[in-house]
């Protein structure tokens, strides 16, 4: 097992349940989703992997949710940075508005997301939408790509359409690593990964893409080796996605997954992957 400094979590999430539209993602199959997970929760099982940080990030297209986001960093020193939400797709004056609001509400907004996954990719390419990821560029925040394997090639459009945006890739764009497809979404990370170098990638998400309950490390690391191929060392960072991660690992399981890659890749800097990188992309200490 690499050893490493400290790791920073890019991509945790906390929410009160609630049996509506906003979790309507939470499918058959995934009901130990359906409860409340709260700091408490998710200080306990960062204590118990040695976890050094977080960064929360927006589960529901509300802006009062980032609002409570951003007032629990306030307080607590575990929480790092909060990827917020607002409405992309109003334009760039709306966008400018919502930031400012958040701005307002604390000091640990770091990016915006907003979620593209399960819409028609070309959302992204409308011109208001553009406009609106410019904008979250303008205001010195990191715009996060909450986008599938289909829609990668209208995110490569817009990361060139936006060349002084700070991009993250989540989830890897979500391959379809349960049927080992790797082909297509191979070929467009490449090319993703070539239009800018302010363009990372969260390695995050992959034990729900893959099979739930019969996932091995060999399914993971073909796409692992992809991302580092085409990102390098410098571009790529840690992310459990946890809790939603809990419909098909425990959190170290999602940890040792990296572990595991990174002990047959001894040219690789762990520390880069696990706190450096997400240091110097969400600007945090």
Known sequence: MAVVQKIIDTHNHLWKFENNDNFSWIKEGMDCLRRDFGFQDLQKVLAANDISGSILVQAIAVTEESEKLLALAQKEELIKGVIGWCDISKGPEIVQMSIDNLKS?????????????????????EPNFIAGCRTVGRNNLVYELLVTTDQLPYAIRLVEKCPDVTFVLEHIAKPAIK??????????????????????????????????????????????????????????????DWPVSLTAAKYSQVVNILHNWLSRHQEVNPDKLFFENAIKVYHLY
């Not at 819409?119 to 390419?125: I, R, V, Y």
């Open 179 to 240: 049927k080992h497809d790797i082909s297509l979404w191979q070929k467009n990370i490449k090319k993703l990964a070539a239009v800018s170098d302010k363009i990372y990638c969260k390695i995050s998400g992959m034990v729900t893409e893959a099979d739930w309950h019969n996932w091995q490390q060999a399914d993971f690391d073909p796409y692992i080796d992809t991302i580092y191929k085409f990102f390098g060392e410098n571009r790529i960072m840690f992310g459990s």
């Open 105 to 125: 509400k604390g000091t640990f907004l770091k990016g915006i997301r907003f979620m593209s996954q399960g819409l028609p990719g070309n959302h992204l390419l």
